[in-house]
């Protein structure tokens, strides 16, 4: 049994963030999503978490399950017996990503990357762009799943 690690801050997960777990789900026999710690995130870990698990079930994903993730991103996979780690690309990441990947490759030569390219009609949206835009009261319901439309609105609601 394959079992791949999809792991990233997700604040907040967006569509193309779940179109990556969608397709690895398809890849994999599971994925493991990993949500890391952030002290600088916008929502907590637990809100993060639950939204993203409102997505992998809206998508129907029956072999995937969310969880927390603190550390290295190798030694997570392997406490979860991950073989892989999957990772979305943008235009703009190759060189940040092939560079983690070869440390990670130094330190777990065991675990591979997998690469799976994000899809054009997320290729220039990212948890850092939809937080900026929903900041200044943009409209970023395109962007994210409506559950996550939803916690953005209140996050950035004016007090009355």
Known sequence: MTVALYAGRFDPVTNGHLDIAARAAGMFDQLVIGVAASRSALFSLEERIALFEEGVKRAHLTNVRVTS????????????GAQVLVRGLRAGDFGYEFDMTLMNRHMAPDIDSVYLMTALEHSYVSGTRVRELASFGRDVSEFVSPAVNDAILKKFQKPA
């Open 69 to 80: 993730i603190a550390g290295l991103t190798v030694d997570e996979a392997r406490a979860q």
